[in-house]
């Protein structure tokens, strides 16, 4: 059984910055994809960003672009996302997810597309 771990969640002031981790803890299938989604309290889960493992290939909501950026290391079998200018909008819940199976941009922003999800990272920020 896969699991994903996230970590470096926190409290921060508008403006500042964070960055997410998120780390499986076993390599037991070949990753194609891994996002980010988030959940606001009272709201559905939404998706923030996603990134293909091989081509590195990046697609962001418009809510996030050109603020947050995902990233991948093989060798650490680790997805981040590094979250810039944050605002009281971008308090929630961030999950990481991933998938082995590929699909198009607008698939890998649904949440049915992944079938290893973390347990969730509070993000909250001050104005």
């Known amino acids: 059984q896969v699991q994903l771990v996230e970590s470096g969640g926190g409290l921060v002031q508008a403006g500042g910055s964070l960055r997410l981790s998120c780390a499986a803890s076993?390599?037991?299938?070949?990753?194609?994809?891994s996002a980010w989604f988030r959940q606001a309290p009272g709201k559905e889960r939404e998706f923030v960003a996603t990134?293909?493992?091989?081509?590195?290939?990046?697609n962001y909501s418009d809510s996030v672009k050109g603020r947050f950026t995902i990233s991948r290391d093989f060798a650490k079998n680790t997805a981040y996302l590094q979250m810039n200018s944050l605002n009281p909008e971008d308090t929630a819940v961030y999950y990481c997810?991933?998938?082995?199976?590929?699909?198009?941009?607008?698939?890998?922003?649904?949440?049915?597309?992944?079938?290893?999800w973390g347990q969730g990272t509070q993000v909250t920020v001050s104005s």
């Open positions: 997810a991933r998938t082995p199976y590929s699909g198009t941009f607008y698939q890998l922003q649904q949440t049915e597309s992944y079938d290893y």
């Open positions: 076993a390599r037991t299938f070949s990753t194609y994809a």
């Open positions: 990134i293909t493992w091989s081509g590195a290939i990046t």
